[in-house]
């Protein structure tokens, strides 16, 4: 346990001081996008990872955490909620619209819910377009309050949402490992094992699933402040399907249900999407090979990622413990195979 | 006054009538058993006193009260808990959490208790676990704690089930065939441990097959066929019984 610590306690300590070791904004600022993804990824796992209700309509909540930043901290109505007041109104905001989401759901299981949860994700982006006198339509709203502190303006480093990302993503950690090992927690597994069963042991299903799409709403309602007051825009195309199936897929490559492997999934997502792919393109472009864009190559590259995980390692790069154990057909417990092994036995004779 | 109480109570799926006008009261602290040939209904009657089904009509009173229109989820934090003809337990979760997540409904931590461990939350975990060892302990079961419920041995299965249904402490525990799959030896294991949770307090409702376990352990039997109860009373009165005889062996004229 103290090794792992003294793991954990290096990787933040690099963390916090990566920053100032390279001073090249560009690879602060890809990390600070990666940071919003993680975040966006870690609550994600609660919905589909923890309680197993299959959301394909994640990006909606991300949509209205970026765009409830940019109408209440902006000259959109002439209001300026302070960025460090939206931090705790946008989960909030986020996890209502979570239960809207998950009432009229919980009906419905497996395919039923994902069809009604890739509709939600449809109808967010589109209402914002469509509601132009509020929302500015395709154009979107730009700028958004800059966050400040201690009288400190961010300006336009990414360094201070980096900073901000970090410490979100810790308590982030911190609050999903929490849930996972509490009442609730087991209450999810138990869900996503056997509904009926969980009924029997007094859960509240009803109750039970709407938390998990509140609390994984809230998640993303905070990466959407950060990203929006970041990126100083937000606009409806930031936020379709594509973006609901990156998140999804960054569980499915790391390990859905594994804290650990969600984060090491959308942090390797984010750097082919944002890193690998358009440094490539320049330096295919430095070289000559002016007509190249490999960024068009992303969703077939992710494609190719999921299938070969598929074939290869289906319960993701670090998988948890159940999902491991679901796709290698389990044998008996070697132990306890052979102490009931020895016990029939012992009455044969 | 009877712990519970079944009072002409119907179940019909549509044409099919599975339970008939059902009467029955069951006492509080003992063993008492429901058999009856395949299709007799007899899970149907569980899965209405758990409220998987409502009645069609009749009414079901537990320990004084009713439990007309409350959910299933209700009908467990009231003291009713089961196990089930096939095994239904978290297949991926360990032997111990199964235990655990069976004590839900005695349980206090709300979201925020979860999402923050508080202090309160952290002692009840503790209490929960400690308790959940027990009763693993209790069903002989106190090596298998970190096992998946899925990688033990079918009959270890058996014994978790009671223990995550015994987690709650129910007034009333339902076992659906507790027997199924059994071997002589597990038999004779699963007659005492269902003795040792009748001396705990519990009173005992189960279905069975095997007829040896049910008048070996029962104090009392009902008999159903074709929904309808056919006879009651003591295992030696029932074997005795013509149309329980009937039912299960056919006319002696041959016109079953």
Redesign the interface.
Known sequence: MTRRHAALGLLGLGLVGYPLLDRNNSHVDFLANAGAFILLALGLNIVVGFAGLLDLGYAAFFAIGSYSYAMLASQQFGIHVPFWLMLLIAPVVAALFGLLLGAPTLRLRGDYLAIVTLGFGEIVPQTFLNLSQYTNGPNGISSLDQPSLFGHAFGFSATPYYYVLLGLIALGIL?AR??Q???????W??IR??E??????????TATKL?AFA?GASFSGLAGVVYAAKLDLVSPDEFGFNVSVLVLSMLVLGGMGNIWGVIVGSFVLSFINSFLLPQSTSLAHAAGFVNVDFTNYRFMLYGVILVTMMLFRPEGLIPSR?RA??FHE????P???A??QS??EG?AR | MALLALDNVTKAFGGLVAVKELTFELDAGGIAAMIGPNGAGKSTVFNLI?G?YAPSSGSIDFDGRSLRGL????I??RGI??T?QNI??????SAL?NV???R????G?S?F?????TPR?RA??RRVRERARELLKFVDLE??GA??A????Y??QRRLEIA?ALA?DPKLLLLDEPAAGM?P?EKDELIALIGRIRDSGVTVFLIEHDMNLVMNVSERVTVLDHGEKIAEGSPDAVRRDERVIEAYLGRADGAA
């Open positions: 609050a929490n849930l090992n509490s009442r609730l927690g087991r209450a597994m138990a094992e056997d009926l069963a969980a009924r029997h042991m007094g859960i509240n299903t938390a609390l159940q154990a679901e389990a044998i008996l417990d132990a306890l195979a102490q009931e016990e029939y009455v | 758990t998987i959910r299933t989820n209700r467990a934090a808990a089961r089930f239904r337990l978290f297949a991926f979760m959490d655990m997540t069976g839900h409904a005695r349980m931590a979201m208790d979860s999402l923050l461990h939350q009840e975990e090596r298998a096992s998946y899925r990688n033990l041995p009959g270890s995550r709650s071997n030896r």
